[in-house]
């Protein structure tokens, strides 16, 4: 499969061509650069860093080392914070939601929610002005630069704009004494601040909690991505708050936490 994707990516086209034309033969330009790909490739580089693009939500994204590889699994965020919109109820009519997507990274959090919801007003922060440099880049390309606020801050601290309706994060949360679980090629080349936390786990989101607290309006939801190892701890964390409930994702492993601001 990543010989395929780099193949494609060497000659600039898609599966169906390929596969099409199996009697194409390279040019020697094409069949160096194919050659440093899969060099590339052999090294631990993962594949989406050596073409640049990731898929995420039906939609193409810029990636580079600067931002976490987004994941399939990551879509159930994204599916968890339109179920809320969807229910009505204590959220505010569609029209007038207020999301922050905290740590945006590539920004494929944001920017999928900004497709699907276009009238909703929509913010996302970052400490890395690499990751959101890239994350202007990806708006842009589906033209949604202008319904996206960007904001370069660590986590919420000191943000401008509070009464949000859902604060929404994918944030690191794989702790150090789990770093031999992780794939080598995670562990060496995607940014490590956004994918340890410290020695639990916990404690990016253990910060999260109480700024996300202060900016959401009550009744507001907290929506985040975690890992089946931290799930009791996140909960317990949020054991103040209302209505707290997990989503597992298609492999029953606890993705998705969401809990109501009392």
Not at 96 to 122: F, N
Not at 127 to 142: D, F, P, Q, V, Y
Request: glycine share 6%; hydrophobic share 40%.
């Amino acid at each position: 499969m990543n010989a395929e994707l780099l193949l494609m990516f060497t000659l600039g086209c898609d599966r169906a061509y390929l596969h099409a034309h199996p009697e194409r033969e390279l040019t020697f330009a094409e069949g160096e650069r194919y050659v440093r790909a899969l060099g590339e490739r052999s090294r631990g580089i993962p594949a989406q860093y050596i073409t640049g693009h990731q898929e995420f939500w039906g939609m193409d994204f810029l990636v580079t080392p600067a931002v976490l590889i987004p994941r399939p699994e990551t879509e159930h965020v994204v599916e968890t914070v339109l179920e809320l919109t969807s229910m009505g109820g204590t959220l505010a009519p569609v029209s007038s939601v207020r999301i922050v997507d905290v740590g945006t990274g590539s920004g494929s959090i944001v920017l999928a929610l900004a497709k699907e919801l276009p009238q909703a007003e929509m913010h996302a922060t970052d400490i890395s002005s690499a990751a959101l440099e890239i994350a202007r880049a990806n708006a842009a390309r589906h033209q949604l630069e202008e319904r996206v606020q960007f904001h370069c801050t660590d986590l919420l601290r000191g943000f401008p704009s509070s009464g949000f309706d859902i604060v929404v994060s994918n944030p690191p949360y794989v702790g150090e004494s789990e770093a031999d679980q992780v794939q080598l090629e995670v562990r060496k080349f995607e940014p490590r601040n956004a994918v340890f936390a410290g020695p639990t786990g916990v404690e990016v989101i253990e910060s999260l909690i109480p700024q996300a607290q202060a900016a959401l309006r009550p009744d507001g939801w907290l929506v985040m991505e975690i890992s089946g190892t931290i799930a009791d701890n996140v909960q317990a964390l949020l054991h103040s708050w209302d209505d707290v409930c997990v989503t597992r994702d298609l492999q029953s492993i606890p993705r998705v936490m969401r809990a109501r601001k009392p």
